[in-house]
């Protein structure tokens, strides 16, 4: 029988092996985290992105969904004219639109990235045989349960996998309530986050991607301003906008810009 000293044990090393971990990210900055936010904010998206690179080198990746307003961030990145090549992850849930799959198609070929696409060890069909469609049953509980098999534990192997310090993401502050509390740069599950569009409006991200003539999301022209998943997204409305309407208006967040893995024990 057992009488929970197992998981306790496994959770206090865990939580060890977590402090140690950032203790070691930690030790990786120059000057402290707290002064290197303040220098960040008075950056430019490209040199916040330039830091990052001198920063952490082989340790630093961009993370990308092929979203909507992805476009503006990866081309950042590809428009440096020296430096070394970053490599550029995606977690590709197997539940995409066909759009976005041909937009990443596009875009990964137009600024000839370095594209690494992760996916979960369980299936699409296995996952639906073992657990069935999580997304339909209307428990939050089941939703973070979906996103932590498909989206964040996929992100995590990776991340390990190539031994990242730091990883960019195209966040923005005025997207939700969680990411209008977020700094430049944070520690996110051991490592550091980076967000250098973090103050940046969709007026910035449109006006951007006019000047530099890249190519929309498909889905853009027929009223999504954000999407992810096919069941989880829907075009603005009346009633909702922006990422209002994700995830069925049940939350608004997936876990992958959380501090914590959530979903635990399905």
């Not at 989206?151 to 996998?161: C, I, M, R, T």
């Not at 954000?226 to 989880?232: A, K, L, R």
Request: charged letters at 25%; one cysteine or more; proline letters at 5%.
């Amino acid at each position: 029988m057992n009488d929970g000293s197992t998981k306790t044990t496994t959770t206090a090393s865990s939580a060890k092996a977590g402090r140690s971990s950032k203790l070691k990210v930690a030790s990786l900055l120059k000057v402290p985290l707290e002064k290197t936010q303040t220098n960040l904010a008075s950056l430019k998206p490209q040199d916040r992105l330039t830091w990052a690179i001198k920063q952490f080198g082989s340790g630093f990746v961009i993370t990308t969904s092929f979203g909507i307003q992805s476009a503006v961030l990866l081309h950042m990145l590809q428009s440096r004219k020296d430096g070394p090549t970053v490599p550029v992850i995606w977690v590709d849930t197997g539940y995409l639109p066909p759009e976005t799959y041909l937009y990443a198609d596009q875009l990964t070929e137009q600024l000839d990235l370095d594209l690494k696409v992760v996916r979960s060890s369980l299936s699409p069909a296995r996952m639906e045989a073992l657990h069935g469609r999580l997304w339909e049953t209307g428990s939050v509980k089941d939703l973070e349960a979906y996103h932590r098999i498909r989206k964040v534990e996929p992100l995590e192997q990776a991340l390990e996998d190539l031994q990242v310090s730091c990883w960019a993401s195209g966040v923005r502050s005025d997207q939700t309530e969680h990411r209008s509390s977020m700094n430049w740069l944070e520690l996110i599950r051991g490592r550091f986050s980076l967000r250098p569009l973090l103050d940046w409006t969709s007026k910035d991200v449109f006006y951007y991607m006019q000047e530099h003539d890249l190519p929309q999301h498909p889905l853009f022209e027929k009223g999504y301003s954000t999407v992810g998943d096919w069941h989880s997204s829907a075009p603005d409305g009346e009633e909702a906008t922006g990422r209002e309407t994700r995830f069925g208006g049940l939350k608004q967040e997936c876990g992958l810009h959380l501090p914590g893995v959530m979903g635990e024990g399905i």
